[in-house]
């Protein structure tokens, strides 16, 4: 790789479809060709808290975020470099004890809620997308996921979405809307979009063989 990698951001609220717009762009390309890097796997270490008290964090604050790794990984990433890679526990509610050697690839994603919000992280992103979801489609959508897949009741989710989730997204992360160069509305079905953000980086990937000729 001779051409220094692409940072494409995906913010937008919790249960918006950020995960799932950026896994439909991956799945057009070669496992080589696009790197995805989660915030979440950068939530602080918690390890050293006992379970009960790893229950009461704000996940939806920006200072939950170990951002300083974070950006350290990114600017790595961007000049050539691997990284060891943290892995997140959702039902532990810490990251676990892996690490993964991640190499960089040509086109570099970044996802989380709170990306948009750190000048440093946006700075280093060359496209910035939001993907737009009406609250109440993304609390259904993370009710479902969040018992199915994060281990959490019915009870949790609806606890957690209105003490920390809702009053975070008005102040921290609809806010960064504004950051954004493209606003995708309703993430994951929506395939125009989805389309057009592969075409960018097919155009990217195609600039890039180029200069290599
Ligand atoms: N357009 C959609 N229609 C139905 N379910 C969806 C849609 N987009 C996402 N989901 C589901 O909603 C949940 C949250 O979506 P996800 O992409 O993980 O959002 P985010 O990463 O923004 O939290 C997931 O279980 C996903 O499968
Ligand atoms: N231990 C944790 C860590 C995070 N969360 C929630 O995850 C949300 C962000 O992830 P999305 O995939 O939904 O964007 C965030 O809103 C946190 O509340 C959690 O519940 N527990």
Redo the contacts with the bound molecule.
């Keep these: 790789m001779s051409e220094k990698p692409v940072v494409i951001g995906v913010a937008?609220?919790?249960?918006?479809?950020?995960?799932?717009?950026?896994?439909s762009i991956c799945q057009r390309f070669q496992d080589k060709t696009i790197l995805v890097i989660e915030q979440d796997y950068y939530y602080k270490d918690q390890s050293h808290l006992p379970f009960e008290e790893r229950l009461n964090t704000n996940y939806d604050h920006p200072l939950a975020f170990d951002n300083e790794l974070l950006v350290q990984h990114i600017h790595k990433l961007v000049n050539q470099q691997p990284i060891q890679k943290p892995v997140y526990d959702y039902k532990m509610h810490t990251r676990s004890n892996e690490i993964i050697t991640v190499e960089p690839k040509e086109v570099i994603i970044l996802?989380g809620?709170l990306i948009l919000e750190d000048p440093r992280l946006v700075d280093l992103m060359d496209i910035k997308v939001f993907?737009d979801?009406d609250a109440d489609i993304?609390i259904i959508?993370?009710l479902?996921?969040d018992i199915?897949?994060r281990g959490r009741t019915l009870d949790s989710v609806i606890d957690q979405y209105e003490n920390n989730v809702r009053p975070m997204h008005l102040q921290f992360v609809e806010p960064t809307k504004r950051y954004a160069d493209i606003i995708i509305p309703?993430?994951?079905?929506?395939h125009v979009a989805i389309d057009l953000m592969a075409t960018k980086v097919e155009k990217i990937l195609s600039r890039n063989q180029e200069n290599n000729i």
């Design positions: 937008g609220g919790s249960g918006s479809g950020k995960t799932t717009v950026t896994r996802e809620i993907v979801t993304r959508r993370r479902m996921r199915k897949e309703e993430g994951g079905q929506n």
